[in-house]
């Protein structure tokens, strides 16, 4: 798993590329997946075009043979899925709940947005949220990257300067994020993150004998904790101090649920220097983001992140609007199947690269590929062995289709990878 990269959750500690300050890396090649497997042209065929807040992208524009370039077709049809937007969806659920604590408890004070385009800049992305040069959160390793300007949002917070700046004081972003990452069944390259914002004037703290940094973020903590039991009831929370570039202090929000501590959340005081840059030097903020299909699994019981993209109607048929909380009831697992391969890896090798590669031979019908044997000879060459897990959520695979989707895969890695096969 790589250490680097946000769990799907947000944000969180494994979880936050954000937590490390430069921490060193090797930017990894890019390099394009779009030739592999066959599925992957089709859905290419049926998609062409899509309608991203408001603005047509044609796959041209995201999907390019270019060294600048690392999205994959299979990350290009997830472009406009928006499962955030959907009232019956889990995610749709979650959302609403959460708008309407905000409406509740501040009078629907709070702009809400769900629909600002995924893809943004690499200035809104990262410089505009202090993001360090060489951050790690920025590599070709960590994020998709259109062109060398531009990249998917790799975090909701992409949108915190331009609405402050266009004078939105109290607001929430809703949207889907993306991320390279490891496979496993939390862990997908597409999830979604909810954005909190609110500024405070003088006023706000000059009554309450607090500094402005104390005030914001006992509100900011009193805020989260009253959220947290809007969703979940009266469960045990803590706060944990960490590092984000965009806020200082920082803050993990935990619960223990089932017997463990679980991040839900990140969140902290706004660095001056954000604010400042909008023409709010005399203001203090707060802001928070957090990671949808963490919660939703939880409050819902979804065993997989997968499932969130199932079209099956044994999973969309088993909630409704507003219905929060409703257990879902698995309608039976299908067998896994394992396959593993082994090879010498070489300097420019990551598991974030591996991943693309077989997410893009197989889809959403790998669970997780996980290293489970790694030694270095005498003359210094490194063998990795992982294991990849093959699993559909609405049938059995065959042998054939295993063993061919393992072809391609040992194919591709070979190739793409330039690693010697064992
Ligand atoms: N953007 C952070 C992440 O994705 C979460 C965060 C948002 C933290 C706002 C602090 C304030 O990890």
Known sequence: MAMMSLSPFTLLSKASVFLHRNRNTTLSTPFSTSAAGSKAKQTLQLVSALLL??????????????????????????????????????LGILKNAIYEYFDNNYS???????DLSPLVSVKQNFDDVLVPADHVSRSYNDTYYVDSQTVLRCHTSAHQAELLSMGYTHFLVTGDVYRRDSIDSTHFPVFHQMEGFRVFCPDDWEASGLDATSYAATDLKKCLEGLTRHLFGAVEMRWIDTYFPFTNPSFELEIYFQGKWLEVLGCGVTEQEILRRSGKQNNVAWAFGLGLERLAMVLFDIPDIRLFWSIDDRFTSQFAKGQLGVKFKPYSKYPPCFKDMSFWINESFTENNLCEIVRAVAGDLVEEVRLIDSFTNKKGMTSHCYRIQYRSMERSLTDEEVNELQLNVREEVQSKLKVVLR
């Open 53 to 90: 807040g408001g603005v047509q992208i044609a796959r041209d524009d995201v999907v390019r043979d270019d060294p600048t370039n690392n999205v994959p077709d299979n990350i290009f049809s997830k472009l406009g899925m928006q499962l955030h937007r959907r009232n019956q969806h889990p």
């Open 108 to 114: 629907n004070k709070f702009d809400k947005f769900d």
